[in-house]
């Protein structure tokens, strides 16, 4: 399986970026596909999935509101739509196959798979 993020880049606090993920078919033959994002010196932590099986979403609570996860299965591309950035999202951002992915006490609870070259993004005035 094949995982390609893109679409990082600078913006200011409070700006919008849209990620797009390019998957290879099979990605979506997965139980969930979705963002995890680390930051220099802190851990991976799970963003935001969607399970392929009913097309429910998950976030974690930071981003709740603020970020929304898509999918277009025939194109085999993945979104991330993120506004109102903070300085605090400030990370690479990974688009990932699944093998489960749910929310437990506001964090993503997931299992990876596959996951390819990550986007940088960068908050800062």
């Known amino acids: 399986v094949q995982l390609q993020a893109s679409g990082g880049g600078l913006v200011q606090p409070g700006g919008s970026l849209r990620l797009s993920c390019a998957a290879s078919?099979?990605?979506?033959?997965?139980?969930?596909i979705g963002w995890f994002r680390q930051a220099p010196e802190k851990e991976r932590e799970g963003v935001s999935c969607?399970?392929?099986?009913?097309?429910?979403?998950h976030y974690r609570d930071s981003v709740k509101g603020r970020f929304t996860i898509s999918s277009d299965s025939a194109k085999n591309t993945l979104y991330l739509q993120m506004n109102n950035l903070k300085p605090e999202d400030t990370a690479v951002y990974h688009c990932?196959?699944?093998?489960?992915?749910?929310?437990?006490?506001?964090?993503?609870?997931?299992?990876?798979?596959?996951w390819g070259v990550g986007t940088l993004v960068t908050v800062s005035s």
């Open positions: 078919e099979f990605a979506f033959r997965y139980a969930a």
């Open positions: 990932a196959t699944m093998i489960r992915c749910s929310t437990v006490d506001g964090r993503l609870s997931y299992g990876t798979d596959n």
């Open positions: 969607i399970n392929t099986s009913d097309g429910r979403t």
